[in-house]
Structure formats: C-alpha cells, structure tokens
C-alpha cells in the first residue's frame, strides 16, 4: 500500500489521534472499573493500522 498517496497521509493523521484515544480510555479507566484492555486493544489497532499502511519494516524501526 506504499503506492495510496492519501492513505499514508490520513494515516498519519490518524495514528495520532488513535492513540491519544487510548490514553485517554487508559486513564479514564483508573477512574471507574476496567480501561487497561481497552486502552490495549486501541492502541494494538493503531499499531496495526501503521503496519498495514506503511509495511512491518517501517513499523519496526
């Protein structure tokens, strides 16, 4: 996927923001019951998301 102009950029964007949503379900979470494995699994999908996009080597630098 090395080729999609706008999808390297939107997620670029994106990333970010993802996982600054984790953050937030991560610390929000000390608050109330549960947050960690939700904080987890948004976070992995972000992850997941910039490996998809930008290949495993990128990923893993």
């Given at each position: 996927?090395?080729?999609?102009?706008?999808?390297?950029?939107?997620?670029?964007?994106?990333?970010?923001v993802?996982?600054?949503?984790?953050?937030?379900?991560?610390?929000?979470?000390?608050?109330?019951?549960?947050?960690?494995?939700?904080?987890?699994?948004?976070?992995a999908?972000?992850?997941?998301?910039?490996?998809?996009?930008?290949?495993?080597?990128?990923?893993?630098?």
């Amino acid at each position: 996927m090395r080729d999609h102009l706008i999808l390297r950029i939107v997620s670029k964007f994106l990333i970010p923001v993802i996982l600054l949503f984790a953050f937030y379900v991560q610390f929000h979470g000390e608050l109330g019951p549960g947050g960690g494995f939700q904080a987890g699994v948004i976070a992995a999908s972000a992850l997941i998301v910039h490996m998809l996009v930008f290949g495993l080597d990128e990923t893993r630098r």
